[in-house]
């Protein structure tokens, strides 16, 4: 597996809504960001999953190195 791409050095906030599943852009290939749009075929990657339990604010990580996937942890500032 490759490294993933950084889509931007900074989180995308997204309105999540309860009950409602989201499907996070690991690889960074996505031109949908934070989420997939299929562009990770052949690259090893896949996406992940969230599933929001209440409707809330979120930070999607796009840099794609967060330890915290899919949420942001900061970690885009050390790139
Ligand atoms: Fe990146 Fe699907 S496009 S995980």
Redesign the pocket.
Known sequence: MSEPVIAAKAPAKVDVQAGKTYWW??????KAQPF?????KGTG???MEYKAEEDRQVYFCQCKHTANAPLCDGKHNGL
């Open positions: 852009c690991r690889c960074g290939r996505s997939c749009d299929g562009s990770h990657f896949e996406p």
